[in-house]
């Protein structure tokens, strides 16, 4: 059984230029939450996706977008990138959250963006 | 608003016990829950807490006190793979995300 999996693993890109990552998630899970890792801190939610609509987003710019396939899987879609985008991306997925009491995410390995 | 507070930092030999303490503040909450990271890789996750009281998983245990808006993790019979990144988060009431504290990194000496 694949876990959740992630690409590119390490991806090097200059100021003002556009990245797209990718996830697919774990086998059964159908929803799609994407993570900005800065170093030393703790992930910070960019937004989820279920049933290819954004359901929920959190506290970053329109330059950050994305979009869900209808075989679940994600692209995370940043564009006009800054210095400060410089992160560990982390996508994670999980069942459909009909169950509120289980909040378990499986992570992936993430993405190393480095904005010079 | 939202967040968690944990400390940054512990340092204990092997075979010890530690306790990371998770403090939060938030209008909505289901449960918390911990999660382990080693350096560079994917948070996994260890441990939830829907209830108040102490959640046993082998070496770890978690523990909750909605009344007191507090939980720890402990970690006994420390081993050097235990040297990670430590980080509470909670979900909340009609929120999809996890919500992330800055994270406790365990180093564990010989």
């Known amino acids: 059984d694949a876990g959740v999996t992630q690409s590119p693993t390490h991806l090097i890109k200059t100021r003002g230029q556009q990245v797209t990552l990718r996830c697919s998630p774990k086998?059964?899970?159908?929803?799609v939450s994407w993570y900005q890792q800065a170093l030393g801190q703790g992930p910070q939610f960019i937004f989820q996706?279920?049933?290819?609509?954004?359901?929920q987003r959190g506290n970053f710019p329109d330059r950050f977008s994305g979009h869900q396939f209808p075989n679940y899987s994600s692209e995370l879609n940043v564009n006009a990138l800054l210095l400060g985008d410089s992160a560990l991306y982390l996508c994670?997925?999980?069942?459909?959250?009909?169950?509120?009491?289980?909040?378990?995410?499986?992570f992936g390995p993430g993405t190393r963006l480095t904005v010079l | 608003g939202q967040s968690l507070e944990q400390p940054s930092e512990v340092t204990a030999v092997e075979g010890a016990i530690v306790q990371i303490n998770c403090t939060y503040q938030t209008s909505g909450f289901y449960g918390l829950s911990w999660y382990q990271q080693h350096d560079g890789g994917a948070p996994t996750f260890l441990s939830y807490n829907a209830l108040d009281g102490l959640e046993e998983t082998g070496r770890f245990s978690s523990f909750l006190s909605r009344s007191d808006s507090y939980g720890y993790l402990l970690l006994q019979e420390l081993q050097m793979k235990d040297s990670a990144s430590y980080f509470c988060a909670y979900g909340g009431e009609n929120d999809y995300k996890l919500s992330f504290g800055a994270g406790t990194t365990v180093t564990v000496r010989a």
């Open positions: 996706y279920y049933e290819e609509e954004e359901r």
């Open positions: 994670a997925s999980s069942p459909k959250r009909t169950d509120p009491s289980t909040d378990t995410q499986y």
């Open positions: 086998s059964g899970h159908d929803t």
